[in-house]
């Protein structure tokens, strides 16, 4: 296994609700990159955060936010859930930006 | 044209069989490749690095042609167990960024036994 947990597994939500996601990064890495993976398709970048400072980012709306901690532990918020916002929610971390990325179980999303 | 394209698959093979995988990318500025795979309903996991001069990791071998910006898999007697799907990913977005990976679509492989 990979060493990188992700919390919930599983979360139901209404839509206009918000959400919080969290991951721990493996030991020793200091990046943590976040993806969404809809049905039937390739995860998509969401953002990435490089030593609690967010080091890029995709084509997501800010109401897709992150933070990074200390410990490089990092969460995933997203404000007024839409129901296109259910999918699987992947974490990966890495060494540093640009190495090899490890993903964690996801946190599978339902926004009914 | 899309930034990372595989195969659509699905590819059915009987055991044994060999198979090849073929994606390219649009970033010619693109650094890293790697090819994941993923199981139903869980997370892609790393399955290879991809390196200018190829290489091989038993049963798998990887290549890259940055001419061509092209990258494939081959799985030789395959097993059963390398059912899943397929996902070819590039380190290096759009404007070179070398932060995130891009994911092909990817391709679903089913062995028959």
């Known amino acids: 296994e990979t060493g990188v947990t992700q919390s919930p597994t599983h979360l139901i939500k209404t839509r206009g609700q918000q959400v919080t996601l969290r991951c721990s990064s493996q030991?020793?890495?200091?990046?943590v990159s976040w993806y969404q993976q809809a049905l039937g398709q390739g995860p998509q970048f969401i953002f990435q955060y490089y030593r609690e400072e967010e080091n890029g980012r995709g084509n997501f709306p800010p109401r897709f936010s992150g933070l990074q901690f200390p410990n490089y532990s990092s969460e995933l918020n997203v404000n007024a859930l839409e129901l296109d916002d259910s999918a699987l929610y992947l974490c990966?971390?890495?060494?540093?930006?640009?190495?090899?990325?490890?993903f964690g179980p996801g946190t599978r999303l339902t926004v009914t | 044209r899309k930034e990372v394209e595989q195969d659509p698959g699905p590819f059915n093979v009987p055991e044994g069989a060999t198979v090849a995988f073929n994606c390219t990318y649009s970033?010619?500025?693109?650094?890293?490749f790697f090819w994941y795979r993923q199981d139903c309903r869980k997370e892609p996991k790393l399955l290879m690095s991809?390196?200018?001069s190829g290489n091989e990791d038993g049963r798998f071998t990887a290549q890259l042609n940055r001419a061509s910006q092209y990258i494939s898999l081959l799985i030789r007697d395959s097993k059963l167990s390398d059912s899943a799907t397929y996902l070819c990913?590039?380190?290096?977005?759009?404007?070179?960024?070398?932060?995130?990976?891009?994911f092909g679509k990817g391709t679903l492989l089913t062995v028959n036994p």
């Open positions: 990913v590039v380190n290096g977005g759009s404007g070179g960024s070398n932060y995130k990976l891009t």
């Open positions: 991809v390196y200018s």
């Open positions: 990966a971390s890495s060494f540093w930006t640009g190495f090899e990325q490890y």
């Open positions: 970033n010619s500025a693109s650094q890293s």
């Open positions: 030991s020793g890495h200091n990046t």
